[in-house]
């Protein structure tokens, strides 16, 4: 006999002369209501069990059995079977019974006698032998919620499970009803809600959740509360609130499992004010155990859910948790890293570079959500890696048999959002385009046009062929299109040099005219139609224009030459006389930059000798000082609106140099100079398209 159990034994023995003549009553939670295997009183203590002296209170609802004899009295001295019944217990310093108690209402109520003094008197079955008495618990075959949603097939079925014979604890019944839920269509998921909702018992299944909220294991009222707010249980409910306010009663039982759970909970919560409080209080727990979490999954959860308005010490803190675990770091862990970085907000680019090497090497076999989340969480956090994108996009386009067009268009409107120009991908689209029109619906249209112009990207498909079918899907959708969608579909085209007719038509009604000055973005539709209207003047076009735009006049962004390079052209020019700042032009064009020379640009024309030189013996050169953002990123291939200026101030008869800023200003003042001679003083025609690709030694 283990030590438990004798003293157990001993502890019965000296019973009656520890029992007071005091008794007091106190209150039993309707046992036929839940007939639960076993209950649980949040405030009783495991552990400490048979294991102490008598030296503490009974607490106030108990359920005490001794031997084989359970006392109930009830006011009229009759045995009550519904509601509340109460129990007189004898006050003794130590509770003498296990802390949860199973029993099957059959037995229960076989067992039903009346003792002498008239008190009702329950004997369960049981043996007892010579040395000691066993208490052993009638305990039905257990039920749990991963059972209940593989024997239900709806939510109504495992209502109907709990209404036959509900058992403890109730959270089961919702978090199956979830599991359900989620295994079956949207459509029919609507309908099971409704039905649900509708089901008489399942008002009684929240009474039982908000009676049981209390006593049941923490995790166990996460996870239900969770359930019930994915079912569609609205948050400001009596029992969703209650839920809440219990889990932040009893957070300090948290637990590493229990973390995944409540973050889990928090992410799919709206925010309100017991929300708040709660997500303030795990900030508190997870500050106080982050050095204690063991898995690497519950820290991202964890991260994942403070929220972007963490204070940053925090964000901090765990941070420096994952970067100690690293090396513990899974394929799965490392591409879930970068949507849990987004998630809080914080930029670690250490983290980020070494996931990134991670997602690299494993890339093949990368499903397309991981892909996509990817891109998307990079772009949040402003995080541009090459090799990240490049590795993406050459293992899509050496896959792209496999993936969808729809998939592909996702990704490269993200490529785009970086500036990002992954040209096989791109020509691999082109094509399938061009070979399958049908794919092309108004919004897909409208993505491929913006992608491609703000791109600039002319592959080795026939671009021409390329741009008639899109002209054509435009076209088809004319009829139902708004007068926004149009001016954007027709923006794109322009910085692509090619007009529709049906399209631009349609655009210069008056009526659609008004439309986009009067209402939307008009700031933004403005400054389109005049791009427009630029367009349809200097580029070639077999467009004639049936009416002149009235448009008010856009406001100019304000420009500052770069210092650095006037520095540049005054000392190699020999002064600031030689060269204009600022220069506006017409169609709202200004160049930093112009420089007078003559035919051959062999020789600068002084201000003062321009006048008497005529237009064709004399080249006006323009000086762009061009910024990263308006090249594909790490290349010198300019962007849509930068490819659009250049072609336009050559046809106004500039030759157009374009000068990186960032890279001149690493050049000290003398290789400046020279560099810029060269551009300038070359006696051979240089491309349209002249970008400095030099960079210091």
């Not at 005054?570 to 060269?579: A, D, I, R, V």
Request: hydrophobic share 40%; aromatic share 8%.
């Amino acid at each position: 006999m283990n030590n438990k159990t004798g003293c157990f034994l001993w502890k019965f023995r000296q019973f009656s002369t520890l029992v007071p003549a005091s008794r007091r009553t106190v209150r039993l939670v309707d046992l036929l209501g839940f007939c639960r295997p076993k209950i649980v009183h949040a405030n009783w203590n495991r552990r400490s069990l048979f294991l102490n002296d008598f030296d503490n209170r009974m607490h106030s609802s108990v359920r005490c059995l001794f031997q084989n004899v359970l006392i109930f009295k009830s006011g009229d001295d009759g045995f009550q079977t519904n509601g509340i019944c109460t129990v007189t217990v004898p006050t003794v310093d130590r509770l003498l019974c296990p802390r949860r108690l199973s029993f099957d209402s059959k037995h229960f109520f076989a067992s039903v006698g009346t003792s002498d003094d008239g008190l009702k008197k329950i004997n369960f079955h049981h043996e007892v032998s010579n040395e000691d008495v066993l208490i052993k618990e009638a305990k039905p075959t257990p039920i749990t919620s991963r059972k209940l949603s593989q024997e239900c097939n709806s939510l109504s079925d495992v209502l109907d499970a709990f209404s036959k014979a509900p058992t403890f604890p109730s959270s089961k019944y919702f978090t199956a009803m979830w599991t359900i839920a989620k295994r079956i269509s949207e459509d029919q998921r609507r309908f099971e809600k409704q039905l649900m909702f509708n089901h008489p018992a399942f008002n009684q299944l929240c009474e039982h959740m908000l009676r049981e909220a209390k006593i049941m294991h923490y995790d166990s009222l996460l996870f239900s509360l969770r359930a019930m707010v994915k079912l569609g249980i609205p948050q400001n409910t009596l029992l969703v609130q209650t839920s809440l306010r219990v889990v932040q009663e009893r957070i300090n039982e948290c637990d590493e499992k229990c973390f995944s759970a409540l973050s889990a909970v928090l992410e799919v919560m709206e925010p309100c004010k017991n929300v708040d409080i709660l997500r303030a209080g795990l900030r508190l727990l997870v500050d106080q155990q982050v050095w204690k979490i063991e898995r690497v999954f519950t820290l991202q959860t964890v991260m994942r859910c403070i929220g972007k308005d963490a204070p940053t010490a925090l964000k901090k803190k765990l941070e420096m948790k994952a970067l100690r675990e690293l090396d513990r770091f899974s394929i799965l862990n490392s591409q879930h890293m970068f949507e849990v970085l987004a998630a809080m907000n914080h930029r670690s680019i250490i983290l980020l570079n070494e996931c990134s090497k991670m997602v690299i090497d494993n890339i093949h076999g990368c499903p397309f959500k991981i892909l996509f989340s990817i891109l998307r969480s990079c772009k949040d956090l402003q995080y541009r890696n090459l090799d990240l994108l490049k590795g993406i996009a050459d293992y899509v386009a050496s896959t792209f048999d496999i993936w969808k067009l729809k998939q592909v268009l996702l990704l490269l409107i993200l490529f785009e959002t970086f500036g990002f120009r992954p040209v096989d991908l791109m020509d691999l689209f082109m094509k399938k385009v061009v070979n399958e029109p049908e794919f092309l619906n108004m919004k897909s249209t409208l993505a491929i046009l913006h992608v491609y112009s703000s791109l600039n990207h002319f592959g080795k498909c026939p671009n021409k062929e390329f741009l008639d079918v899109m002209a054509g899907a435009l076209t088809g959708y004319l009829p139902q299109i708004s007068s926004e969608d149009l001016l954007y579909g027709v923006r794109s085209f322009c910085l692509m040099n090619h007009f529709p007719l049906a399209a631009v038509d349609q655009l210069l009604q008056k009526d659609v005219i008004n439309e986009l000055l009067m209402t939307g973005d008009v700031e933004g539709n403005v400054s389109k139609l005049h791009l427009l209207d630029t367009c349809l003047e200097l580029d070639d076009t077999p467009y004639h224009k049936p009416m002149d735009l009235s448009l008010p006049q856009g406001l100019a962004a304000p420009v500052r030459p770069d210092a650095k390079v006037a520095e540049v052209l005054s000392s190699l020019l020999g002064g600031e006389g030689c060269f204009s700042k600022d220069v506006q032009l017409p169609h709202n064009y200004h160049i930093d930059f112009e420089i007078k020379m003559d035919a051959n640009r062999s020789q600068v024309l002084p201000s003062s000798d321009v006048d008497g030189v005529s237009a064709a013996n004399m080249q006006r050169v323009a000086v762009l000082c061009v910024r990263r953002s308006s090249y594909c990123l790490n290349s010198t291939h300019p962007r849509g609106l930068l490819a659009m200026k250049m072609r336009h101030l050559n046809t106004m008869g500039f030759h157009v140099i374009l000068v990186n800023t960032w890279e001149i200003a690493k050049l000290e003042m003398k290789d400046a100079v020279t560099f810029l001679k060269t551009k300038i003083y070359s006696t051979e025609a240089l491309p349209t398209a002249d970008v400095i690709s030099q960079s210091a030694h």
